[in-house]
């Protein structure tokens, strides 16, 4: 079992930053990727950034070259840097952990609201 606690949401002005983070507690040496999604009033929920055991990211194209995700070295917690930030990423945003075996872990959810 593993779990995930986000924090870091808030509110910012459009162009401002955000630094979100991830603790992961329990198996995380089962952990082999991590990352965010979020999810947008009557939207689905998007994968935003993720980043495997090996350092590999991969980010939706709406963030590329704003946002930056990274892991700890020991590998159990997960950062967004998120920058110049616009009104489109107000969502919720939620941390993800699958582990070795395809199961998926999912935080509560932080609220990040981008004022314009």
């Known amino acids: 079992q593993v779990q995930l606690v986000e924090s870091g949401g808030g509110l910012v002005q459009a162009g401002g930053s955000l630094r979100l983070s991830c603790a992961a507690t329990?198996?995380?040496?089962?952990?082999?990727?991590m990352g965010w999604y979020r999810q947008a009033p009557g939207e689905q929920r998007e994968l935003v950034a993720s980043i495997t055991s090996d350092g590999s990211t991969n980010y939706v194209e709406s963030v590329k070259g704003r946002f930056a995700v990274s892991r700890t070295n020991v590998k159990d917690t997960v950062y967004l840097q998120m920058n110049s930030l616009k009104p489109e990423d107000t969502a919720v945003y939620y941390c993800?952990?699958?582990?070795?075996?395809?199961?998926?872990?999912w935080g509560k959810g932080t609220l990040v609201t981008v004022s314009s």
């Open positions: 329990g198996d995380i040496l089962s952990i082999e990727t």
């Open positions: 993800h952990a699958r582990n070795w075996f395809s199961r998926d872990y």
